[in-house]
């Protein structure tokens, strides 16, 4: 993966941010617990990145998400679908559809990220 992929974000805004140090919480020194609404436009694109340190689970309130991963693996998300991202995936992923895609993401990446 990573020739023809993008290299850039586009049509992309992060909205609500809330975090959580995982440290005081729970003993989890170093991580971070976030929450993030994203918006993706019509024929936006969240670039090649990769989720080797904070895994993820992506939940979709609107529209339909195009999610590319290594070895030519795609599948279409849709409103109401969540799934897991493991610390193995590397990916990047794109609207295709005709209105704007909304998500809500949680990560745990590494404290300061």
Request: net charge negative.
């Amino acid at each position: 993966m990573g020739q023809g992929s993008p290299t850039e974000n586009k049509g992309l805004t992060v909205g609500s941010t809330a975090t959580i140090d995982l440290g005081p919480e729970i003993g989890v020194q170093g991580r971070t617990l976030r929450l993030r609404l994203l918006t993706l436009a019509p024929g936006g694109v969240l670039a090649l990145h990769s989720h080797k340190d904070r895994p993820a689970v992506a939940y979709i309130i609107q529209g339909t998400l195009t999610e590319h991963r290594e070895g030519g693996w795609v599948k279409e998300h849709y409103a109401g679908e969540s799934w897991p991202v493991g610390t193995d995936v590397t990916h990047w992923e794109e609207n295709t559809g005709s209105e704007p895609l909304v998500a809500v993401a949680a990560d745990v990446p590494k404290s300061g990220m």
